[in-house]
Nanobody, 124 residues
C-alpha cells in the first residue's frame, strides 16, 4: 500500500513536500517514483529513487527545483518541490516496483503498486 500526503494549493514560487508512506512490501528492495497527471494529460514520470537511493532521476522540467529522497527507516519517500509553477499543477502519485530498467523509470506501466494521489495546485 502507498499513501501520499502533503499536497495543497500554493502560489507560484512556493514550496511543498509530498510524502509517500508505504506498507505491505519490503521497502528497501523497491524502486519508488513520483508521477503526475494534469487534466486531459497523460501521466508523466516526475522523479524516481532506486533501491537504497543509489540513483535518482528527474523529469527535465523539474531538475533543480524538485528533490526526491527516501527514508528506509520510515518506509517513506519524499518529494521536495521548490519554486513551483502553474504548470506543476496536477495530481501527484507515488508508485513502486521491484524491477526497473533505468531508462524506463518514467514509464507508468513499469510500476505495479500505486497510491491514490494527492492534488497539487499552483495558482496566484
Amino acid at each position: 500500500q502507498l499513501v501520499e500526503s502533503g499536497g495543497g494549493a500554493v502560489q507560484p514560487g512556493g514550496s511543498l513536500r509530498l510524502s509517500c508512506a508505504t506498507s505491505g512490501f519490503t521497502f528497501d528492495y523497491y524502486h519508488i517514483a513520483w508521477f503526475r497527471q494534469a487534466p486531459g494529460m497523460e501521466r508523466e514520470g516526475v522523479s524516481c529513487t532506486t533501491t537504497a537511493g543509489l540513483a535518482t532521476y528527474y523529469l527535465d522540467s523539474v531538475k533543480g527545483r524538485f528533490t526526491i529522497s527516501r527514508d528506509n527507516s520510515k518506509n517513506t519517500v519524499y518529494l521536495q518541490m521548490n519554486r513551483l509553477q502553474p504548470e506543476d499543477t496536477a495530481v501527484y502519485y507515488c508508485a513502486a516496483t521491484a524491477y526497473l530498467w533505468a531508462d524506463k523509470w518514467h514509464i507508468a506501466g513499469e510500476y505495479n503498486h500505486w497510491g491514490q494521489g494527492t492534488q497539487v495546485t499552483v495558482s496566484s
